[in-house]
């Protein structure tokens, strides 16, 4: 009893999150909300997921429910690891960009920088140090 509410609890919370992004994301917001209420379903009634089990070809109704979670995590994985990926190359794309900006701007000018343009690194104390790396007096 003591599991099936907490159970409930976690799906519940994933429900109203679920909803609460369905204007972000409404095809995930709808798989979600529909994973949620099968699991608060199966959660309270688990001889009906052993029948779906069954039926399925599975001999456990929690076998069922957890193959179904791999699969779904494995998408999730997927999915994140894709949009990291793509995530990257945007980067990549955008540094190289602004590398060769910089490089074009460097160029065109007859010099480089003053010496009065370029940032000063500070420590925490407060003292100053040049480009050399070494603290001024």
């Keep these: 009893m003591i599991a099936q509410t907490v159970i409930s609890m976690l799906l519940i919370g994933v429900v109203i999150y679920a909803a609460s992004e369905r204007r972000r994301s409404p095809v995930v917001a ?15 009634t688990p001889d009906h997921a052993t ?11 929690v ?3 957890l193959y179904i979670w ?13 949009k990291l990926r793509g995530q990257m ?8 960009s602004i590398a060769l900006a910089e490089a074009r ?3 065109s000018e007859k010099g480089p920088p003053p010496l009065q343009a370029r940032p ?5 104390g407060g003292r100053v140090f040049p480009r050399s790396g070494r603290p001024s007096r």
């Design 63 to 65: 076998d069922l429910v």
């Design 120 to 124: 000063q690194i500070t420590s925490a």
């Design 70 to 82: 791999v699969c779904i995590s494995l998408i999730v994985l997927l999915n994140l690891h894709l």
């Design 105 to 107: 701007r460097r160029f």
């Design 51 to 61: 029948q779906v089990a069954i039926w399925a070809g599975v001999g456990r109704g």
């Design 30 to 44: 709808l798989l979600s909300i529909t994973a949620g209420v099968a699991g608060l379903y199966f959660t309270w």
């Design 89 to 96: 190359e945007l980067i990549t794309v955008m540094a190289r």
